[in-house]
């Protein structure tokens, strides 16, 4: 599966992007999906997942009540909007599928995109 992220862009603090992940597969309802996130200088963070069925999803605690994540598996891609964005969200993301729940261990999903980079100006 090749995964291509896309939507990054610069915006201010307080705004909002949707991030987007486009798979070659057909359909992405047997992949666990992730996306995650490496700030320059930093390591690589999780920041949320979703399971195969699309009804769980989970996010690293930076995240939570400010980043969704969501899949349309008619049009094979994955989402995150991204709202209430702070500086400290600044990044290149990372989406990552793999038929196994890895949790938040970017290194063992097989299929990892090229990354999408987020800029957020205070």
């Known amino acids: 599966v090749q995964l291509q992220a896309s939507g990054g862009g610069l915006v201010q603090a307080g705004g909002s992007l949707r991030l987007s992940c486009a798979a070659s597969r057909r359909t992405i309802r047997t992949y666990v999906m992730a996306w995650f996130r490496q700030a320059a200088g930093k390591e690589t963070e999780f920041v949320a997942r979703i399971l195969w069925s699309g009804t769980s999803a989970f996010y690293a605690e930076s995240v939570k009540g400010r980043f969704t994540i969501s899949k349309d598996d008619a049009k094979s891609t994955m989402y995150l909007q991204m709202d209430s964005l702070t500086p400290e969200d600044t990044a290149v993301y990372y989406c990552?599928?793999?038929?196994?729940?890895?949790?938040?261990?970017?290194?063992?999903?097989?299929?990892r995109g090229q990354g999408t980079l987020v800029t957020v100006s205070s």
């Open positions: 990552a599928a793999d038929v196994t729940d890895w949790g938040d261990t970017m290194t063992r999903y097989e299929f």
